[in-house]
């Protein structure tokens, strides 16, 4: 029974992963296919770390005595690749959901223009790690037919003036709402609604691999396999692991629904609270191992 609900867990989560990693910017929420196989995973979980405490001791908690070593490597690279596909959607997941303006935009039903600056509001420096990189302006632009919409968070090269001219993405049934402006002449691609990993979505995962493989794999080497194997089978650090995961989701749950545009657990952070259950639980076992010789 353990054994089976760590399987449909894993599928469960790898599968959410899959799915929200493939989400564009034009994909508005709510991803119900995220959500509803991200519960799944964490009744699964749930139902993991309950059955290793209802089992007696000697049984299964042990899991009887540590047969092979390389199938405890197996499942602890299986565990790696879930927590790297997971901790990069969380990711994806907040640059899928956009702007504010943006969604509304597109529920209102969307077109593409060009506008042209009629006043600058708003300007400032854009910086990255304290380089200048160009400019964010909130813009008044006039569409080819007079009517002025205000644009937020343009970022352009160039400091912006008057009589310059961007393509823009707005409703017309609702100017009110603004528009997204997108001096690269690319606004069409928030209109994507279809479903395909990115370059972006590469990065990510390439992001998260190389944190999980120098930190989460380094320590779980050092634990050993043995301390793995027992660690696995201990309800404690189990269910440890499970309420870690349940709270990330439950935060994640509004961006999900659409009911908000973002929270922290469509930021690193969320990868940051699994990656740190993920490095420190075997450090623990490591050091429960030593002071138990």
């Known amino acids: 029974m353990v054994r089976s609900f760590t399987l449909l867990a894993w599928l469960a989560f790898m599968a959410a992963g899959v799915w929200a990693l ?48 390389t199938t405890v490597w197996l499942r602890q690279a299986a565990a790696l690749l879930v ?16 702007q504010g303006t943006l969604r509304a935009v597109k529920e209102a039903g969307p077109a593409v223009t060009s506008g042209t600056v009629v006043e600058v509001v708003k300007v400032r420096k854009r910086y990255e790690r304290k380089t200048p990189r160009g400019y964010q302006s909130t813009l008044l632009l006039q569409t080819p037919d007079g009517t002025r919409i205000i644009a937020r968070e343009v970022n352009t090269p160039a400091e912006p003036g008057p009589g310059k001219t961007y393509p823009v993405l707005w409703a017309p049934s ?36 190389v944190i999980y493989l120098a930190l989460a794999l380094t320590f779980a080497v050092i634990a050993g396999a043995a301390v793995l194997h027992r660690l696995a089978w201990r309800p404690l650090p189990q269910t440890v692991q499970v309420v870690v995961v349940t709270v990330v989701f439950a935060v994640l749950h509004p961006v999900l629904t659409g009911a908000v545009e973002w929270n922290l657990a469509a930021s690193p952070i969320g990868g940051l609270a699994l990656l740190v259950t993920a490095v420190a639980m075997p450090i623990v076992a490591w050091k429960r191992s030593i002071d138990e010789l």
Do not use: C, Q
């Open 83 to 98: 927590l790297i596909v997971v901790t990069a959607a969380l990711t994806m997941i907040g640059t899928a959901s956009g």
């Open 22 to 69: 493939g989400l564009h910017r034009g994909a508005l929420p709510p991803y119900t296919g995220v959500l509803v196989l991200g519960w799944i995973g964490v009744a699964a979980l749930w139902g993991r770390a309950l059955t290793l405490w209802a089992l007696p001791p000697g049984t299964g908690r042990a899991a009887a005595e540590l047969g092979d070593p």
């Open 174 to 209: 609702a100017p009110a709402l603004g528009g997204v402006a997108d001096p690269t002449g690319n606004v069409s691609k928030f209109l994507n609604d279809r479903w395909g990993w990115t370059a972006t979505s590469w990065g990510w995962l390439g992001g998260a691999a």
